[in-house]
Each structure stands twice: as structure tokens, then as C-alpha cells.
């Protein structure tokens, strides 16, 4: 009824022998996510200090470079040096929140505490600079 399968399958090894493709561990691969999205969260702060400079944003990037560079295993990751194209800083911030959120959510299943606190911070930063009325009724 059915035609038997002739090729080996791509998703099992046999037991004992390598497999043919290199596998990279869960831990790893959260790493590289989460250095992903610091990165992309220091991208837009970059741009958010190109706009407008504050000593806080500085030492943001400055938090966030090291957070990249530890995960990444190596040297301090590409920064902006040259002042972007003038975006609505709303956007960069409701940009950064949400990238900061995915940050949080993979430093956390991750259980790496340093870059759970720096993206918390980041989703309160940018939440404050986004609605800053809502903190002043706190």
C-alpha cells in the first residue's frame, strides 16, 4: 500500500556514530539568540543617541557592548559612529522596548541574570521615555 522509504533519514544518527553536520548545544543557541537581540537593541540605542545624546543612553550602549561581547565570546560588537538619518524617536523607542523584551524573555529561560537586569532596565527606560506621565502617577 505504501512505498517504502530508500533514502536515510536527515533527522537521526546512528547511536555511536558522528553525525555529519555539527550540532550546537540548547545553551549555545541562546546564546547567539540573545546576543542577536542585544545587538539590535544596541543598534537602535545608538541611534536614539544620535538624536538626542544623554549621559544614560551612553552608559546603556556601554552595558549593552559588554553584554554582546561576553555572550559573543570576542571583541566589542560594531557601533554606530556616524549620525543616522533623523527617525521618530517614538519609534526607536518602541523599537528598543520590544526588542528588549525578547531579550528579557531569552535571558531569562537562559537563566542569565546580568543581561535579564540590563533588559529589564532598557523595557522600564524606554516604557518611561515613551509614557512619561503614567511614571509620574506612580
Known sequence: MYEPIRTKSVHSTTAGRPSDF???????????????????????????????PSTELDTAADRLAGQVARL???????????????LDP?????????????????AASRADTAAAILSAERIDAHAAALHPQALAAR
Do not use: F
Open 22 to 52: 555539527p550540532h550546537r548545544s540548547r545553551e549555545e543557541e541562546l546564546d547567539i539568540q540573545l546576543a542577536g537581540h542585544l545587538a539590535a537593541l544596541l543598534a537602535v540605542t545608538d541611534e536614539l543617541r544620535a538624536s538626542a
Open 72 to 86: 559573543r565570546g570576542g571583541p566589542a560588537p560594531a557601533r554606530l559612529t556616524a549620525p543616522a538619518d533623523a
Open 90 to 106: 517614538t519609534v526607536l523607542h518602541q523599537r528598543a522596548q520590544a526588542l528588549a523584551g525578547r531579550a528579557l524573555v531569552v
